[in-house]
């Protein structure tokens, strides 16, 4: 992982953060748009958006909206006709998941969340194009971050985005050209943070996300807070925990109470025990969803991305993180995951979760059982387990 000095990094909390900065930026563009999203849902926000990014090309915007085809399946057909007739070049990353024609790199998905804007700012993050409001049964907002970036550390984002849409427009028999591509980008400094574009493709760069998170971790010495919405971490990444708190480092991990997918929210809690046994320390946030992807290792590291900590992420999907090696970055994600635990998690207390029923237990174990099943079907258990 190479680190670019020379960045401008803000964070950006909850899509009442975002969604303002993302649809400025978009409002201000001259020559060219990329969005990624795996969903893209058509509420409130997804029509603002839209609009935004139609304005765009009515200025003659080259606007590329690439989309994944299972996570955006319900976007309306009117929507999708209605953003191409404005001028919207529109892609979906593979079509919908067939029960009845299961194809294993049909796994492989979008789950990516970037924008970039005239290679002058990008957004990397966890946030979908979603109201995140918008959370039947539960008290919203989501719970999720994002990060704008100025500086170099644009042209290793934008290569990364024209790539993905390259390889989309090839698959539909289109050929992508960009008035611009041919122009080398060199982005002027514009701040003192170093950071880093890290990504996971199914290409050259199948582990570059879980590297990153491992180093880190290894070379803890005083603390790691992870916030992450599905964590089913494979052996690797669980012994670099273990042993970071062996070491006398404090590992807090911010996980999800809520149940948004059955399957994997019990089955995370199978590696409940061992981890709490080593005396991590794990809290459950409840006050509402949690989909943040960050950490933040002693007050100086720290990420902020799509990626979780599980098997879909690590191994299948096109995930993308910033890597951020910054005191003052750092501090501000640390505090608002503190004021997070703070405000809306419980603790999970050793001695209860030793004395949970047996069902409870069972369940926590099938459930884990079931996730190495499938994986063995779709042919990655032997990399999960070695993860």
Known sequence: MDLIPGNRLTLLKNGAEYFPALGAAIDSAHREIFLESYIYEHDETGRLIGEALKRAASRGVTVHLLLDGFGSRTLPEYFVEDLCAAGVQLLLYRREVSPWRFKRHRLRRLHRKIAVIDARIAFVGGINVIDDMDTPGQIPPRFDYAVAVEGPLLAGILQAVKRTWSLAAWRKIRLYRSRKQNRPLHPAPCGSIEAAFVRR???RHRRDIESAYLDAIASA??????????????????QALIQAAERGVRVVLLLQGRVEYILLHYASRALYGVLL????EIYS???????????????????VGSSNIDPFSLMLALEANVVALDAGFAAALRASLLQAIGEGAQQVAPDR?????????FLAWASYGMVRILMGM????????ES
């Open 277 to 280: 046994d080593a005396g991590i």
């Open 285 to 303: 946030y409840n006050k509402s969803f949690l989909h943040a992807k960050v950490a933040v290792v002693d007050g100086r590291w720290a990420t």
């Open 221 to 238: 010495k005083e603390e790691v807070i992870i916030a992450n919405a599905y964590f089913l971490p494979g052996r690797r990444f669980r």
């Open 201 to 203: 493709d199914n290409l």
């Open 353 to 361: 979760w030793r004395q949970q029923p047996l069902y409870s237990r």
């Open 378 to 385: 779709a042919g990655y258990a032997r990399r999960y387990e």
